[in-house]
């Protein structure tokens, strides 16, 4: 064993040079490479924001003493858009539904929310505010569900009985998207 070590000892005493220059080239290509990495621990010192950051930051810490004013009731709103679409109702019930029928695509329970002010619809996005002012007035609806692929421009309104849901058939009339 103590002939191995000399050996090798020996071995390295006459590479040094080759070795030195190695290791050194690897540091520099590192460093030149991946600068970031290799100085990663080095601290800069402080950096500070600019003018622009500083009156955003400021802005909203001032945003939560300030008045709200009055926002406008979603029944007296403007319509974004208006069509003239079938519109059929639905229940929650496992023919009708999935295995979760009381459950919307969104998450919603239907169940225990139990009121009727939520539709299904594909072509609109989660949460959009409707009105079907032939049919219901100025009563808004909420998208929190979604109908089968096939039906692409139609919307289902969610209703608890299911003889009222086969009663309101299908009816074509205007759905105001607020």
């Given at each position: 064993?103590?002939?191995?070590?000399?050996?090798?000892?020996?071995?390295?005493?006459?590479?040094a040079?080759g070795?030195?220059?190695?290791?050194l080239?690897?540091l520099?290509?590192?460093?030149i490479?991946?600068?970031?990495?290799?100085?990663?621990d080095?601290?800069t010192?402080?950096?500070?924001?600019d003018?622009?950051?500083?009156?955003?930051?400021?802005?909203?810490?001032?945003?939560a003493?300030?008045?709200?004013?009055?926002l406008?009731?979603?029944?007296n709103?403007?319509?974004?858009?208006?069509?003239?679409i079938?519109v059929?109702?639905?229940t929650?019930?496992?023919?009708?539904?999935?295995?979760?029928?009381?459950?919307?695509?969104?998450?919603f329970?239907?169940c225990?929310?139990?009121?009727?002010?939520?539709i299904?619809?594909n072509f609109?996005p989660?949460g959009?505010?409707?009105?079907?002012?032939d049919?219901?007035?100025?009563?808004?609806?909420?998208?929190?569900d979604?109908?089968?692929a096939r039906?692409?421009?139609?919307?289902?309104?969610?209703?608890?009985?299911?003889?009222?849901?086969?009663n309101f058939g299908?009816?074509y009339?205007?759905v105001?998207v607020l």
């Open positions: 064993m103590p002939k191995m070590s000399s050996m090798v000892l020996r071995r390295l005493r006459q590479n040079l070795v030195s220059v190695g290791v080239t690897l520099v290509l590192t460093n490479l991946f600068p970031t990495f290799v100085n990663a080095v601290d010192g402080p950096h500070y924001p003018d622009a950051t500083v009156a955003l930051m400021v802005d909203a810490m001032l945003n003493s300030r008045e709200f004013g009055e406008p009731e979603a029944s709103a403007a319509p974004k858009r208006v069509l003239t079938p059929t109702a639905y929650s019930d496992v023919a009708q539904t999935d295995a979760t029928p009381c459950i919307a695509a969104r998450g329970d239907l225990a929310h139990n009121e009727e002010d939520v299904a619809a609109l989660m959009a505010k409707v009105r079907l002012p049919i219901y007035g100025d009563r808004v609806f909420t998208v929190v979604r109908m089968n039906y692409s421009y139609r919307v289902d309104v969610w209703m608890r009985e299911y003889q009222d849901a086969r299908v009816k009339t205007t105001e």
